[in-house]
Nanobody
């Protein structure tokens, strides 16, 4: 059974950067498709980005238009951890951020939130002056 635990959230000011971590246990993250989502009160869960393995230890990623150019997904297989680097944060980025894993090698570009096998508990990010 795979468990995902996010960390790194907190209170930051507009324009700041923050890196979130998603540590996996009970499975090997190396082959998993990993995604990040966020959700604010009263709003639906929003897809942020996904990273998938294209061969060996090489990965590709895609991002939603709302965060493209500001957010970057990376991973450290030795630490079994995926990261979300967030730059130029804005108040509208305030949300609970959650990582998710898909382990069945489906086309990452066609996945919906219902297709992910494991979810973390989320970590709160607040961007405020």
């Amino acid at each position: 059974q795979v468990q995902l635990v996010e960390s790194g959230g907190g209170l930051v000011q507009p324009g700041d950067s923050l890196t979130l971590s998603c540590a996996a246990s009970g499975g090997t993250l190396r082959t998993y498709t990993m995604a990040w989502f966020r959700q604010s009160p009263g709003k639906e869960r929003e897809f942020l980005g996904v990273q998938w393995r294209i061969g060996g230890n090489v990965y590709s990623a895609d991002y939603s238009a709302s965060v493209k150019g500001r957010f970057t997904i990376s991973r450290d297989n030795a630490k079994n951890t995926v990261y979300l680097q967030m730059n130029s944060l804005k108040p509208e980025d305030t949300a609970v951020y959650t990582c998710a894993a898909e382990v069945s090698n489906r086309d990452a570009r066609r996945l919906t939130s219902e297709d992910y096998d494991y979810w973390g508990q989320g970590t709160q990010v607040t961007v405020s002056s």
